[in-house]
């Protein structure tokens, strides 16, 4: 079958090639692919600078967004042929640590957890894959192509869900608005739950773009594309900082009202120093009950409630989100960014 692979560590090794079909020890359920999402993390992959091909082999299989429609599965495994599914990213330790333990992998606390696509793990990006039950989601049939949102879309759910609990440590907190930063396919989820939960929803990001504009809208959201500090009046409840710009994330440090929670998604590299005024940010924080906190993949609980999300959204408005779809054999075109681009997907129908 074909895949799409690339060589970690080195950059431009991406090729599609025939490699044999996946192996039982991958897991009971044959999936055949229907549709892969592309990230910046496949775009770090593929430029060498992140990811791990597994023990003992050179190559890695790409791929961590899927969609797929069931082709067997044994009796009793909860699913059959014809469902269509999402698989699981990351898999616990082997240890396991703690976190991984209980079936919180999202968390783990040793680093050594697997992830398909990413480290040590072939990914979904094949023409068929194989997947044990426990890392397969259902998903709703309506949503059809949409449904390969569901992985940003549980890492978002996560975000949610801890800022919740945290939220929660006062009786009292009842949040009205939110600030998303950065308008990409995981700031666009995050407007879309924070609009689900009743909030005032501000999106700022770097530039204006229509398309953006048009689905904030549709959400009742303020679209911003301005800088952060003409944004100073505003003093949010919850922050989800969704651009991984280090100015960003360095004008929402404090950013918020009284208990207010900045939760930190976006990915940043090292290497920016910024002049902070470390005694107000800290005074701040301190008198007004402040959180900042960072949060990273989904367990299935996530997923779950991902599914819950895209289920109750409008289905043409997720639809829109997809602005670009790559056949297979130019999987690469999928990676570059072109200015009007927000989820780009590889057609594997
Ligand atoms: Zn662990």
């Given at each position: 079958m074909r895949a799409l692979t690339v060589a970690p560590g080195t950059a431009n090794s991406a090729r599609v090639e025939d490699v044999p079909d996946p192996p039982l020890s991958?897991?009971?359920v044959l999936?055949?692919?229907?549709?892969?999402?592309?990230?910046?993390?496949?775009?770090?992959?593929?430029?060498?600078?992140?990811?791990?091909?597994?023990?003992?082999?050179?190559?890695?299989v790409i791929g961590h967004e899927s969609l797929g429609k069931v082709e067997q599965a044994p009796a009793g495994s909860g699913f059959q042929a014809g469902d269509l599914v999402v698989g699981i990213v990351r898999?616990?330790?082997?240890v396991p640590c703690a976190a991984c333990a209980v079936g919180e992998w999202d968390m783990c606390r040793n680093g050594r957890y697997t992830e398909r696509g990413i480290k040590e793990r072939n990914g979904f990006g094949s023409e068929h894959f194989r997947i044990e039950p426990d890392f397969l989601v259902k998903v709703d049939p309506v949503l059809g192509g949409a449904a390969?949102?569901?992985e940003p879309t549980s890492v978002v759910a996560k975000a949610w869900d801890h800022t919740e609990r945290i939220g929660e440590r006062t009786r009292s907190w009842k949040p009205k608005t939110l600030l998303v930063t950065g308008a990409g396919p995981v700031g666009l989820l995050a407007a879309l739950m924070g609009y689900q939960r009743g909030l005032e929803v501000h999106v700022l990001d770097h530039r204006e773009n229509l398309l953006k504009r048009r689905l904030l809208e549709k959400l009742g959201?303020?679209?911003?594309a301005e800088s952060m500090r003409e944004l100073g009046a505003l003093k949010p409840d919850i922050v989800m900082e969704c651009s991984g710009a280090p100015g960003v994330v360095r004008d929402v440090l404090g950013s918020t009202g009284a208990s207010g929670i900045v939760c930190l998604?976006?990915?940043?590299?090292p290497g920016h120093d910024f002049d902070i005024d470390i005694g107000l940010l800290n005074r701040d924080m301190v008198?007004?009950?402040?959180t900042v906190f960072g949060t990273v993949n989904a367990n299935r609980a996530h997923y779950q409630m991902a599914g819950e999300t895209l289920?109750?959204?409008d289905k043409e408005w997720l639809e829109r989100l997809i602005t670009r779809r790559e056949p297979v054999e130019q999987w690469t075109k999928s990676l570059e960014r072109l200015q009007d681009d927000i989820k780009v997907v590889i057609d594997f129908s």
């Open positions: 991958d897991g009971s999936v055949k692919t229907l549709a892969l999402g592309v990230c910046g993390t496949d775009r770090e992959i593929v430029s060498g600078k992140y990811g791990w091909a597994p023990q003992g082999e050179q190559r890695l898999r616990p330790d082997p390969v949102l569901l959201a303020v679209y911003h998604v976006g990915v940043t590299s008198l007004d009950n402040e289920a109750k959204a």
